[in-house]
């Protein structure tokens, strides 16, 4: 016990954990203080609301909320969607509950008979009986409607997830690799109690500080709810919230919400011991970041990517992804094909979630007792000798930074692996058209660009023709064809019907036109917009996000350790002895991150580039940008191709001033564990938190890498953020910037 409460101390007396623990606790209060679930109806209005709730009948709980929001809401369009539009549905579905129930089991029970298209005992069969008797013990519940923003805040709390996947991942780094970093390692292994009880106790330590850090990161969300919008009556079903409709568990709102942190907490508990594994097995700490960065990316992309109905469903069930959401697994009943039998998706879950905690717990011991740590350097560096030409010993400043960093650092594995990403991810992409947006593309390849009268001219004859095919149509339909006319008659009508299709089309070309004509900016054009929209990120963020994501990550492997590794080694002081040791050894290794920086860059966005410019037409790169619908209120007089110029040339030079932020902090960093968590927490976080909300596409170096800046960014984040990278590189620059201040000076 003694040991562990020293790994504990260990643990807290670290800096870098501790500063890094501050400031997602504060980031998670600042989200959970200004989560808006309505925007626009203060949070007076929503508690009032619910206050009246409690005491309220289901039949008058709609008229009292109109009452009530008219009191705080001035808007007539915000009257119009709340609360009507908010709570109607959900009441109506609260009140018809019983009736949903009946007809599952109804409908289940009439799929689960004996037919010709169906075998005995099959899946399919055995699955609607498995379904009939799931909703056994809710049939009779009676849920009552209350709004339930609080206890939503806290169930889909991503980002907080985020956070706490982050802290666990600086967390397992610290508690195992230290020890190493130093050299302690070695000496504690010949103790006595330096290998099974040292193993324990760290294990320990890291399981107290990530159930302390999981109570206060989510109990704050939990707090922050139950202040701002209530919690309800906790002893309710379940089934009261809407989006737990479809449960089949018969439990009270109170006790789902402590199964929820329970579910978290020993899923996070997972995470930190397949963490301890992969830092335990290999000596270098880079490798042990980018190990767990690419098992953290294939666990996501299988939830995301994997259908419930697919047949490898069961990989959604059984990876961190789900374990960590277990609202995913309660708010509806599912099962998965286990040997051709029906097993709820809840039991499957928690049952590999026993069996991964007991193997990984014997794995971790087994591992940290042999010590057989893996040296990713030298068996990488081995691998390296083979594909590259022996390098002779040289004294070149420039070659020994290059060699280091992109063969000792590994900067040049990564950057082979993003390359293949970026090829795979080029492999999968797909073009997204469907059936409307080809035939919109078609009027627009008749009559794109200015429009003329002989567009007006040919929108009026199409008008004309659609008119005399509709009434050809219904006349054929009360026609009955003679036996010999029967094939020219079917014909016919496939030939109306297909020209039909392209009505919605035609509106869609009718309506943008009128707005064309109707706006004062006469230079406006019709244009293919869906190319434009998907090389600019109009239509969604998300997808652009995550490639900014994969960017900083390979970005924090390859720069990282650029001179934080000579700093934690003491090499630093030896080199600023030398020559070249301090203004020119910097400048170099900016010019080699600048170097990776565009690297990067080409590898994650070249692909996406490549693939639009091949499969979408893009046309009329003279157009005025406005030309494009979603971008009808920019305040510019860009053409759409300067405009797509702009947004690529601020994405490439926003990955330029990352990679040197992320040097100038490896330059700042005692050791490569604090340049590992500065870097990530200023930007993969960030980024990361852009995916599950859209709270920081606004802020700091967001919206730049990901190209919505002109859209979505404020002048006073430009400047914040341009002041603070011009701070940290003139304290990174240290005597550099000081001398030549001094040579300007004696020059004036």
Request: contains cysteine; charged residues 20%.
């Given at each position: 016990?003694k040991?562990?409460?020293?790994e504990?101390?260990?643990?807290?007396?670290?800096k870098?954990?501790l500063?890094l623990?501050v400031?997602?606790?504060?980031?998670?209060l600042?989200?959970?203080?200004?989560y808006?679930?309505v925007?626009?109806?203060?949070?007076e209005?929503?508690?009032?609301?619910?206050?009246v709730?409690?005491s309220?009948s289901e039949?008058?709980?709609?008229?009292v909320?109109?009452s009530?929001a008219?009191?705080?809401?001035k808007?007539?369009?915000l009257q119009n969607?709340?609360?009507?539009k908010?709570?109607?549905?959900?009441?109506?579905?609260?009140?018809n509950?019983?009736t949903?129930?009946?007809?599952?089991?109804s409908?289940?029970e009439q799929?689960s008979k004996?037919?010709?298209?169906?075998?005995?005992?099959s899946?399919?069969?055995?699955?609607f009986?498995?379904?009939f008797?799931?909703?056994n013990?809710?049939?009779?519940?009676?849920?009552?409607?209350?709004?339930?923003?609080?206890t939503e805040?806290y169930i889909?709390s991503?980002d907080?997830?985020?956070?706490?996947?982050?802290?666990?991942?600086?967390?397992?780094?610290?508690?195992?690799c230290?020890d190493k970093?130093?050299g302690?390692?070695a000496v504690?292994r010949?103790?006595p109690k330096g290998?099974?009880h040292?193993?324990g106790?760290?294990?320990?330590a890291?399981?107290?500080?990530?159930?302390?850090?999981?109570?206060?990161?989510?109990?704050?969300?939990?707090?922050?709810?139950?202040?701002?919008?209530?919690?309800g009556d906790l002893?309710r079903c379940?089934q009261s919230?809407?989006q737990?409709?479809?449960?089949?568990?018969n439990m009270?709102v109170g006790?789902?919400l402590v199964?929820?942190?329970?579910?978290k907490?020993s899923a996070?508990f997972?995470?930190v011991v397949v963490?301890?594994?992969?830092c335990?097995?290999?000596?270098n700490v880079?490798?042990a970041?980018?190990?767990?960065?690419?098992?953290?990316?294939?666990?996501?992309?299988?939830y995301t990517?994997i259908s419930?109905?697919?047949?490898?469903n069961?990989l959604k069930y059984?990876?961190f992804?789900c374990?960590?959401?277990?609202?995913?697994?309660?708010?509806?009943?599912y099962?998965?094909?286990i040997f051709g039998k029906?097993?709820?998706?809840?039991t499957?879950?928690v049952?590999t979630?026993?069996?991964i905690l007991?193997?990984?717990?014997?794995?971790y011991?087994?591992?940290?007792y042999?010590?057989r740590?893996?040296?990713?350097?030298?068996?990488i560096?081995?691998?390296f000798?083979y594909?590259?030409?022996?390098r002779k010993?040289?004294?070149?400043?420039v070659?020994?930074?290059?060699?280091?960093?992109?063969?000792?650092?590994k900067a040049l594995?990564?950057l082979v692996?993003?390359?293949?990403i970026?090829?795979?991810?080029?492999?999968?992409?797909s073009a997204?058209?469907d059936?409307?947006q080809k035939?919109?593309d078609?009027?627009v390849?008749?009559?794109g660009g200015e429009?003329t009268?002989?567009t007006?001219?040919?929108?009026?004859?199409?008008?004309l023709?659609f008119?005399?095919?509709?009434?050809r149509?219904?006349e054929?339909l009360t026609q009955?064809p003679?036996?010999?006319?029967?094939?020219?008659y079917n014909?016919?009508?496939?030939?109306i019907?297909?020209?039909?299709?392209?009505?919605n089309?035609?509106n869609?070309?009718c309506d943008?036109?009128s707005?064309i004509?109707?706006?004062k900016n006469?230079?406006l054009q019709l244009?293919?917009?869906?190319g434009?929209?998907?090389?600019?990120?109009?239509n969604?963020y998300?997808?652009d996000?995550?490639?900014c994501i994969?960017?900083?990550?390979?970005?924090?492997?390859c720069?990282?350790?650029?001179?934080?590794?000579?700093?934690q080694?003491?090499?630093?002081?030896?080199l600023?002895?030398?020559?070249?040791g301090?203004?020119?050894?910097?400048?170099?290794?900016?010019?080699?991150?600048?170097?990776?920086s565009a690297?990067v860059?080409v590898a994650?966005w070249?692909?996406?580039?490549?693939?639009v410019?091949?499969n979408?037409?893009l046309?009329?790169?003279d157009?005025?940008?406005q030309s494009?619908?979603a971008l009808?209120?920019?305040?510019?007089?860009e053409?759409?191709l300067?405009?797509?110029?702009?947004?690529y040339?601020i994405r490439?030079?926003s990955m330029?001033?990352?990679?040197?932020?992320?040097?100038?902090v490896s330059?700042l960093?005692a050791?490569?564990?604090t340049?590992?968590?500065?870097?990530?927490l200023l930007?993969?976080?960030?980024l990361?938190l852009?995916v599950?909300?859209?709270s920081?596409v606004?802020?700091?170096?967001?919206p730049y890498?990901?190209?919505?800046?002109?859209r979505?960014?404020?002048?006073?984040?430009?400047i914040?953020?341009?002041?603070i990278f011009?701070?940290l590189?003139?304290v990174?620059?240290g005597?550099?910037?000081?001398?030549?201040?001094?040579?300007i000076?004696?020059?004036?």
């Open positions: 016990m040991i562990a409460l020293y504990l101390y260990k643990a807290l007396k670290s870098v954990l500063i623990f400031a997602l606790f504060l980031l998670n600042a989200l959970s203080a200004t808006t679930p925007l626009g109806v203060p949070d209005c929503i508690r009032e609301i619910n206050k709730y409690l309220t039949e008058e709980k709609l008229s909320a109109e009530i008219n009191k705080y809401i808007d007539n369009v969607i709340f609360p009507d908010k709570y109607e549905d959900k009441l109506n579905r609260v009140k509950y019983n949903t129930i009946r007809n599952i089991k409908e289940a799929r004996p037919s010709v298209f169906s075998k005995e005992n899946f399919t069969q055995l699955s009986k498995d379904i008797t799931a909703y013990n809710v049939i009779e519940n009676k849920p009552s409607f209350y709004p339930d923003y609080g805040r889909n991503a907080t997830d985020l956070m706490m996947l982050v802290f666990v991942l600086m967390l397992t780094v610290i508690v195992c230290r970093m130093t302690m390692a504690i010949q103790t290998r099974i040292s193993a106790a760290k294990l320990i890291c399981f107290l500080l990530t159930v302390t850090s999981a109570v206060l990161l989510y109990g704050m969300v939990l707090l922050t709810g139950t202040i701002r919008f209530g919690l002893s379940i919230i809407p737990f409709m479809l449960c089949n568990i009270t006790e789902y199964i929820h942190f329970l579910f907490t996070f997972i995470v963490m301890m594994i992969i335990t097995f290999l000596k880079a490798a970041f980018a190990v767990i960065s690419v098992c953290s990316g294939v666990s996501i992309w299988l990517s419930d109905i697919s047949a490898y069961i059984i990876n992804c374990f960590i959401s277990p609202h995913q697994l309660f708010y509806r009943y099962h998965l094909n029906p097993v709820s998706a809840l499957v879950c049952i979630t026993v069996i007991i193997m990984a717990l014997l794995i011991f087994a591992v940290y042999s010590r740590a893996i040296s990713a350097s030298g068996k560096s081995e691998i000798s594909i590259t030409v022996k010993l040289s004294a070149n400043f070659v020994n930074e290059v060699y280091k960093t992109a063969i000792a650092g594995l990564v692996v993003v390359a293949v970026g090829f795979c991810n080029y492999q999968n992409m997204g058209y059936s409307e035939r919109y078609s009027y390849a008749q009559i429009v009268d002989e007006l001219l040919f929108l009026e004859n199409e008008k023709e008119e005399n095919i509709k009434l149509y219904e054929l009955t003679a036996e010999s006319d029967y094939e020219s014909k016919e009508l496939n030939d019907t297909k020209k039909l299709d392209y009505e089309a035609f869609k070309i943008r036109v707005v004509k109707s706006d006469s230079n244009v293919f917009e869906e434009f929209n998907r090389l600019l990120s109009v969604g998300k997808d996000f995550l490639m994969l960017a900083t990550i390979a970005l924090v492997l720069i990282s350790p650029m001179i934080a590794f000579d700093n080694r003491g090499l630093t002081k030896l600023r002895t030398t020559e070249k301090r203004i020119k050894r910097f400048a170099i290794d900016g010019v080699i991150t600048l170097v990776i690297i860059f994650v070249l692909p996406e580039f490549v693939f410019m091949n979408y037409k046309s009329f790169l157009a005025p940008l494009i619908t009808y209120g920019m305040q510019t007089n053409t759409i300067q405009y797509i110029i702009r947004v040339l490439f030079f330029l001033a990352c990679g040197f932020f992320m040097l100038c330059k960093s050791n490569l564990i340049a590992f968590s500065v870097n990530i930007f993969v976080l960030p990361g852009c599950v909300s859209e920081f606004v802020i700091w170096i967001c890498l990901s190209g919505t800046a002109e979505s960014a404020s002048p006073a984040n430009l914040i953020t341009v002041i011009i701070g590189i003139l990174a620059g005597e550099g910037v000081k001398k030549a201040v001094e040579k000076g004696k020059r004036f």
